[in-house]
């Protein structure tokens, strides 16, 4: 079967891709390297002794998408292509809708008019809102996004669904992410934001490194335990590996209907409890202040994965231990990441 993988070059496309080859799919992957490295399909080709064809292109780019579609029988599509930095999207929200919103119409519009049946999402817990209780289910109706970000995915989540009910035979699966961590362990492929990093882990870890003096903790006034925020982290390549069991589900069902799924391990970590397992596991001190909180953070939030366990097959299987020890791996090893940043 023949998968275009949208932003197959960003972090957590790349994971997807070995695990797709693993799993014996041929690969077409389109990203114009906004956020990424085309080293990664070389990294990827190392792992799997398997390779990619790599499209560099955009995913807006309407004329490339018709050539794509017309050159490979597409047999599914798994959409990672977007910006994703919460604050930037808050500065620039008519790029971040443009980009994640117009971009992913115009892809859908063309794996329409190619009746490509199978569509799976990259979205986010962020679309169950601030006013959720946890743990997320999926039977939760969506909720308000704070900022542009978090109000992509929801518009996205629901052109799909509209999508799937008006056309014949589009199964569509929404995958909703908790925090991905953690690289894959031959230490060849990870995190390479660019810039100053936005989420935790890769902050941590280019403290741990040198790159960086110290750790700002935002909050440690929080209702939780330790004061500090709680998110429900989970390893990158079990997450790569949901997006496998995704796509054969899709394809045993092929029922055209819209199909949604968490995936998260369903156990709560402090960002304290993150920095104290990773100086342990590593053996590297990683010198932290206690900051203001961020603004649009939640206290705490996970999954109720149990949706994906009985209806994927899938479950979460690396521990946060060996989260922390990838995630070192790959920094330690290439300290610069993919060194184009
Ligand atoms: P990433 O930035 O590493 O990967 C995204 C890729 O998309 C990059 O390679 C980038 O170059 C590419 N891209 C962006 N805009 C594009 C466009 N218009 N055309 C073609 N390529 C484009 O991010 P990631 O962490 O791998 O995230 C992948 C997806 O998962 C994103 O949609 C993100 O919003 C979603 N997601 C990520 C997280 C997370 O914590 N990392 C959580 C929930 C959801
Ligand atoms: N965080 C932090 N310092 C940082 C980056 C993040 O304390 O430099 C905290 C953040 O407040 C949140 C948690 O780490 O509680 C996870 O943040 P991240 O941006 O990685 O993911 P989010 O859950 O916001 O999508």
């Known amino acids: 079967m023949n998968i275009l993988v949208t932003g197959g070059a960003g972090y957590i496309g790349s994971h997807t891709i070995?695990?797709?080859?693993?799993?014996?799919?041929?690969?077409?992957?389109?990203?114009?390297?906004?956020?990424?490295?085309?080293?990664?399909?070389?990294?990827?080709?190392?792992i799997t002794h398997k390779t990619v064809e790599f499209i560099e292109g955009d995913i807006r780019d309407k004329a490339l998408l018709k050539k794509i579609f017309a050159n490979y029988h597409i047999d599914?599509?798994?959409?990672?292509?977007?910006?994703?930095?919460?604050?930037?999207?808050?500065?620039?929200?008519l790029e971040y809708?443009?980009?994640?919103?117009?971009?992913?119409?115009?892809?859908?519009?063309?794996?329409?008019?190619?009746?490509?049946?199978?569509?799976?999402?990259?979205?986010?817990?962020?679309?169950?809102?601030?006013?959720?209780?946890?743990?997320?289910?999926?039977?939760?109706?969506?909720?308000?996004?704070?900022n542009?970000?978090?109000?992509?995915?929801?518009?996205?989540?629901?052109?799909?669904?509209?999508?799937?009910?008006?056309?014949?035979?589009?199964?569509?699966?929404?995958?909703?992410?908790?925090?991905?961590?953690?690289?894959?362990?031959?230490?060849?492929?990870?995190?390479?934001?660019?810039?100053?990093?936005?989420?935790?882990?890769?902050?941590?870890?280019?403290?741990?490194?040198?790159?960086?003096?110290?750790l700002s903790i935002f909050g440690g006034d929080y209702p939780t335990p330790d004061g500090t925020c709680i998110?429900?982290?989970?390893?990158?390549?079990?997450?790569?590996?949901?997006?496998v069991k995704a796509l054969q589900a899709s394809v045993r069902q092929q029922d055209g209907q819209?199909?949604?799924?968490?995936?998260?391990t369903g156990r709560g970590i402090s960002v304290k409890e993150i920095v104290e397992t990773f100086e342990n596991v590593t053996a590297k001190a990683v010198p932290y202040t206690v900051a203001p909180r961020r603004v649009g953070d939640l206290t705490a939030f996970w999954a109720d994965p149990s949706k994906a366990q009985q209806g994927l097959d899938w479950q979460a299987e690396h521990t946060l231990e060996d989260m922390l020890k990838d995630a070192w791996r790959w920094q330690e090893n290439n300290p610069e990441g993919y060194g184009e940043n």
């Open 97 to 146: 809708f443009d980009n994640n919103v117009t971009g992913s119409l115009c892809l859908i519009k063309a794996a329409v008019a190619a009746h490509v049946p199978h569509f799976v999402f990259s979205s986010s817990a962020t679309v169950y809102g601030p006013e959720a209780p946890v743990p997320y289910q999926e039977t939760m109706p969506l909720g308000t996004a704070s």
């Open 258 to 264: 819209v199909h949604i799924y968490n995936l998260g």
């Open 148 to 214: 542009p970000y978090g109000q992509s995915k929801i518009m996205v989540e629901q052109i799909l669904s509209s999508t799937s009910a008006a056309v014949n035979n589009f199964t569509v699966t929404l995958l909703r992410y908790f925090n991905p961590i953690g690289a894959h362990c031959s230490g060849l492929i990870g995190e390479d934001p660019k810039g100053i990093p936005n989420n935790l882990l890769p902050f941590v870890t280019q403290v741990a490194v040198g790159k960086r003096a110290q």
């Open 231 to 243: 998110r429900d982290y989970l390893h990158v390549v079990d997450l790569a590996k949901g997006h």
């Open 18 to 46: 070995v695990e797709l080859l693993n799993a014996g799919y041929t690969v077409i992957a389109l990203d114009n390297l906004v956020n990424s490295s085309r080293k990664a399909f070389e990294r990827i080709a190392h």
């Open 76 to 93: 599914g599509i798994i959409h990672f292509a977007g910006l994703k930095a919460v604050g930037e999207s808050a500065e620039k929200p």
